[in-house]
């Protein structure tokens, strides 16, 4: 059944209010600060070959950005980074309860919110200075700066941050090159150039980072950075134009294209198409999380109209 008929109930969240869509447009108010996203969660079948998607049902249902989900530890809640009209900070969206829950509360955007593998912390892109900054739950207006130590002052895109190894793996805003640093000490060390505009990941099950790359030939690559001895190992190219990717915790690299959910698997058959997302009426799908548990996949997309 397509998502759009899908009912959603929201429990015990007071300030969540639905708008009414069927609006007379006012042709005088100023266009959006934000696209247009909801985000949509699904059960997901990693043994699955070709329909790996199920119970899929928009979890977000409002008018507004709703972008960037990122699973904390348990696997229960996501966070996100959503807007006011003007500008954007982070909830937490509880999947047993269905209800969101706003963590900041800052005149500036807050992007990319990734929690700590204990929960107890965030770390995001803020536009205080555009560059890394992270939160402690109990104290989530008292930010503080993750890159002062390293004296990484260029404004910062997108991050990956090794908790473990104190490793943060950035891609730079307007460098469009991604060079590793460090949270706990003075460290710089440029990785490559030509680097597209896309979330690094940590790898499961080890401290290798990945990121995307646009080669001399044109061609574009999800590559493995090794911290420990800066090699570098093309893994896999993009199955489409779309950089936006995520890695489950059984190994394997999940990116949406052309509406389809597509799974690569190392020493495998190259990338395989698991979900069709335009069976749940979902349209311009482009981000996707998978749980630490690795049961559930959250996509970023719009109702198909």
């Known amino acids: 059944m397509p998502i759009r008929h899908l009912a959603l109930t929201l429990f015990g969240c007071a300030m969540l209010s639905l708008p009414a869509y069927a609006q007379e447009p006012d042709e005088d108010a100023p266009p959006p600060a934000f696209p247009e996203t909801e985000i949509f969660l699904f059960d997901y079948d990693a043994g699955s070959l070709d329909d790996a998607l199920s119970n899929g049902r928009n979890v977000t249902q409002r008018a ?8 904390t530890s348990g696997s229960a809640t996501f966070l996100y980074s959503r807007d006011d009209g003007t500008q954007t900070d982070i909830w937490e969206y509880n999947i047993a309860r269905g209800t969101h829950t706003q963590i900041t509360r800052t005149p500036e955007s807050e992007f ?10 965030i770390t995001m892109v803020f536009e205080r200075n555009n560059s890394i900054w992270q939160i402690d739950r109990s104290a989530p207006d008292a930010p503080e700066w993750v890159l002062e130590t390293a004296g ?8 990956a941050r090794n908790h473990d190894s104190g490793d943060l793996l950035y891609w730079s805003r307007y460098g469009f090159n991604v060079a590793l640093t460090s949270t706990d000490k003075a460290a710089y060390h440029f990785i490559s150039g030509h680097a597209v505009p896309s979330t690094p990941h940590v790898i499961p099950g080890s401290a290798e980072i990945s990121f995307v790359h646009r080669q001399t030939n044109e061609e574009v690559w999800i590559k493995e950075f090794n911290p420990e001895n800066r090699a570098i190992r093309p893994l896999t190219p993009l199955a489409g ?9 059984d190994g394997a690299i999940l ?5 389809k959910v597509h799974r690569w698997r190392e020493g495998g058959k190259g990338w395989e198409v698991i979900a ?16 630490p548990d690795g049961k559930r996949i959250a996509v970023v997309g719009m109702v198909e109209e």
């Open 112 to 121: 990319s919110p990734t929690p700590s593998p204990d929960n107890r912390t």
């Open 152 to 159: 990484v002052t260029e404004p910062v895109g997108y991050f």
């Open 241 to 249: 134009t779309n950089a936006n990717y995520t890695w489950t915790p």
């Open 255 to 259: 990116q949406i294209e052309d509406g």
């Open 64 to 71: 507004g950005y709703d972008n960037q989900p990122y699973f």
């Open 276 to 291: 069709d997302l335009g069976e749940y009426g979902i349209a311009s799908a482009n981000r996707i999380a998978v749980s």
